[in-house]
């Protein structure tokens, strides 16, 4: 379970995985910081001055994290196939010297 909080319903919800949109009304979220555990054993006052201070922008990038491994994720290679390939071709020219074209620095 992740924590994710919602600018447009000012919430916080708890979701399985890292996830990039609400379920509420589909705008972008923001990964919070807190872990599953600290949340639940919050009490009531406490989980609602959590999510006063991340309503705050001034305190929600602090209170919030990046997923590292997106790269990895189901989402992005999605994405990836989605987005058009560049091509970079190389191929070697016959008949000259070696290092003909080199640079050296001082």
């Known amino acids: ?12 919800h708890m ?4 996830k990039h949109f609400c379920p509420n009304c589909n705008e972008s ?11 639940v054993s919050m009490n009531r006052e406490e989980r609602e001055a959590f999510a006063a201070r991340c309503a705050d922008a001034a305190q929600l990038p602090a209170l919030s994290t990046t ?5 990895y994720s189901k989402w992005y290679k999605d994405l990836q196939k ?6 970079i071709i190389t191929y070697s020219l016959t008949g000259g010297t070696e290092m003909d074209n080199a640079v050296s620095a001082i």
């Open 82 to 87: 989605q987005l058009p390939q560049t091509s």
């Open 29 to 39: 979220i923001t990964e919070l910081k807190i872990s599953y555990m600290d949340y």
């Open 15 to 18: 979701l399985n995985g890292h």
């Open 1 to 12: 379970m992740y924590m994710h909080y919602c600018k447009r319903c000012h919430r916080v």
């Open 67 to 71: 997923y590292r491994m997106y790269k």
